[in-house]
């Protein structure tokens, strides 16, 4: 062959790499340090969930530790003593916070078992259609 034979490849372009390849070299590249970051990141959101619950754990502590010499079934079945007297109990209270549950039950439950199943046997109603979406939340 002479010098001057035309190469078989003359007239194409040299191959140019996908996008898709670009892209797994770059991630190949960078993978580990965003593995390390990723760690790191999670990490340290462990710690902010640690100290931020701390507080209330040592608050707890020292609740459950000071009080818990006074709790015993006198506690749950007596009235409440004047605020000098040492010995009461919270009857009223469990008593009172019982009542409450039972009216907001007695109000809440058939209105929320009534919208339950309207929503459920009236899907293609205009009103069911409004109002479907603001149940998704829950």
Known sequence: MSAAAPSLNA?????TRSYRDVLAASTARTLGRRRAVSYLMVGLTYLA????????ILISWHLLQAGAKSINLAFFL???????????????????????VAIASAIGLPIGI???L????????????????SFWRF
């Open 49 to 56: 969930a640690f100290l931020a619950i701390l507080p209330l």
């Open 78 to 100: 007596h009235m409440p003593k004047p605020p000098d007297a040492t010995d009461g109990g919270m009857a009223n209270a469990i008593a009172g916070t019982g009542i409450i």
């Open 118 to 133: 309207y929503l459920a046997e009236q899907r293609g109603a205009r009103l069911a259609t409004a109002v479907r979406p």
């Open 11 to 15: 007239g194409r372009r040299a191959p």
């Open 114 to 116: 009534g919208a339950g």
